[in-house]
C-alpha cells in the first residue's frame, strides 16, 4: 500500500492550499482516511478524517477553515485549507485506515504560511 501525498507549499497568511492524497495497492476496504500534522517536537496531531460514510471531524483548531472531503473512484483524499495562519505551518500527513483496519502514513507535504 502506497500513499502519495502533494500540495504543499509557501502561502500568504489567509491564503489557501489543497493537498491531495492518493491511496494505491493492496485496498479491499478504505475505512477511513485523514490528514495529520506534527510540528518539530511535538506529537502528531489529527487535523481532519472523514470515514467510509462521509461523516467528517475535524480538530478545533481548523474548524470553519479546512474542509476534508474524499473521491472514492479514486482512492483519494483532500484537504482544502483557506485563511491560513502562520501557526499551521508544519510537516502534513495523510493516513489511511485500510482493509481490517490496518493503518497506513504518507510520506508528508511541507505547508509554510508565512509572509
Known amino acids: 500500500v502506497q500513499l502519495q501525498a502533494s500540495g504543499g507549499g509557501l502561502v500568504q497568511p489567509g491564503g489557501s492550499l489543497r493537498l491531495s492524497c492518493v491511496v494505491s495497492?493492496?485496498?479491499?476496504?478504505?475505512?477511513?482516511l485523514g490528514w495529520y500534522r506534527q510540528a518539530p517536537g511535538k506529537q502528531r496531531e489529527l487535523v481532519a478524517n472523514?470515514?467510509?460514510?462521509?461523516?467528517?471531524n475535524y480538530a478545533d483548531s481548523v474548524k470553519g477553515r479546512f474542509t476534508i472531503s474524499r473521491d472514492n473512484a479514486r482512492n483519494a483524499v483532500y484537504l482544502q485549507m483557506d485563511n491560513l495562519k502562520p501557526e499551521d505551518t508544519t510537516v502534513y500527513y495523510c493516513?489511511?485506515?485500510?482493509?481490517?483496519?490496518?493503518?497506513?502514513w504518507g510520506q508528508g507535504t511541507q505547508v509554510t504560511v508565512s509572509s
Open positions: 472523514i470515514t467510509s460514510h462521509g461523516s467528517t
Open positions: 495497492g493492496n485496498i479491499f476496504r478504505i475505512n477511513a
Open positions: 493516513s489511511a485506515d485500510l482493509n481490517r483496519g490496518d493503518i497506513y
